[in-house]
Every structure is written in structure tokens, then in C-alpha cells.
């Protein structure tokens, strides 16, 4: 979830910001320097501060549902969308899938099974691929969405990312006691 959302975020971005803001290529590449700059920062935050006060699962729900909130914000719902919209969506989903990222391999060592923590084929490498196969899936959503137009893009690659949060977050609640 958190890839595929990181993506469509990233990938989408020159294109909408040009079509909502007429944003040239040096004002998209400081908002993505920008996003970039929070994520020592974030990690820091939540690896000596956060973590100590909270359970693991108890970041990882909240902070799914931070990117929920992201993510609807980001629809272009009312007319005009504005600057303050997206960049404020845009740093809300990303600042919260990097904490989401970190709980979640720090939840997937716990639960991993010994035989996968070795080896060429190990856990590492499966995350890996896994978020390698949700990036291509986001690029694809961008590429198809884009037949639709760019008027349509936005909310046409918010959709999946939406739906897949949300049953993201149900089934964390759903096997909430039993992630430790």
C-alpha cells in the first residue's frame, strides 16, 4: 500500500502540477527536494522518540490511517485546487508512509520465519520485490489513467490508492492482537 501510494504521489507529480499550478520543472523539483529533506528527520523522530512511547502496531494503525487522510485530501474535489491542497496532502502522505514504512519492517523481523532471514531469497529481498511489483502496478495505473486525460488523472490514481488503504487499515484491525 505504502509503495504504490508513494508512487502514484511521486511519478504524478510533474504531470499534475503542471496541468493544476503551470508549475515548470524547477518548481516541481524543489517540492520533491522538499519531501525528501523529511525523511531523516521523520526517521529520527519516530526510531528515538515515538517508538519508545508506543507499540508497534499502534504506530502502524495510525499511521495508515495519516495516509488515508492524505490521500482523500488530495482528491480534487472543489474548484480551484489549490497549491496549498496538494502540497499539504502530498507531505502528509509522504511523511506518514515513511513512518509507516519504518514500523513495518521493523513489525515484519519480528514475525519472519528464521528460514527466510537467510539465504539469497530472504525476507529483505521478498520486501523488496513486493514493492517493486506495487510501483510497476502504480506506473501502470498512471499510464492507463493517463488515456483518460490529464484532467481525470488525479482522482482517476487516487481511487486505487484509496481502496487500498482502506482495506489496508481494516485488516490491521482486524489482526491488530496478534501484531506485537
Known amino acids: 500500500m505504502l ?37 531523516l528527520p521523520v526517521n529520527i523522530l519516530v526510531g528515538s522518540y515515538i517508538s519508545n512511547m ?9 499511521s495508515e490511517i495519516v495516509v488515508c487522510i492524505g490521500i482523500v485530501m488530495s482528491f480534487h474535489m472543489f474548484n480551484p485546487y489549490s497549491v496549498v491542497q496538494y502540497v499539504s496532502s502530498g507531505l502528509i502522505m509522504f511523511v506518514s508512509a515513511e513512518v509507516l514504512e519504518g514500523v513495518n519492517l521493523s513489525l515484519l523481523s519480528r514475525v ?37 486525460g490529464e484532467s481525470k488523472l488525479l482522482n482517476v490514481t487516487l481511487f486505487p490508492s484509496l481502496f487500498i488503504c482502506v482495506i489496508s487499515i481494516i485488516a490491521t484491525c482486524f489482526t491488530y492482537n496478534t501484531l506485537y
Open 3 to 39: 509503495k504504490y501510494a508513494m508512487e502514484i504521489l511521486l511519478s504524478e507529480s510533474s504531470v499534475i502540477t503542471t496541468y493544476y499550478f503551470s508549475w515548470n520543472t524547477s518548481k516541481v523539483a524543489i517540492f520533491l527536494f522538499c519531501l525528501g529533506l523529511t525523511v
Open 54 to 62: 508506543f507499540e508497534d502496531r499502534q504506530i502502524l494503525l495510525a
Open 112 to 148: 519472519m520465519s528464521s528460514r527466510l532471514s537467510r539465504g539469497t531469497y530472504n525476507g529483505g529481498l521478498l520486501s523488496t520485490e513486493a514493492g517493486t511489483l506495487a510501483r510497476v502496478v502504480a506506473d501502470a495505473t498512471i499510464t492507463l489513467a493517463g488515456y483518460l
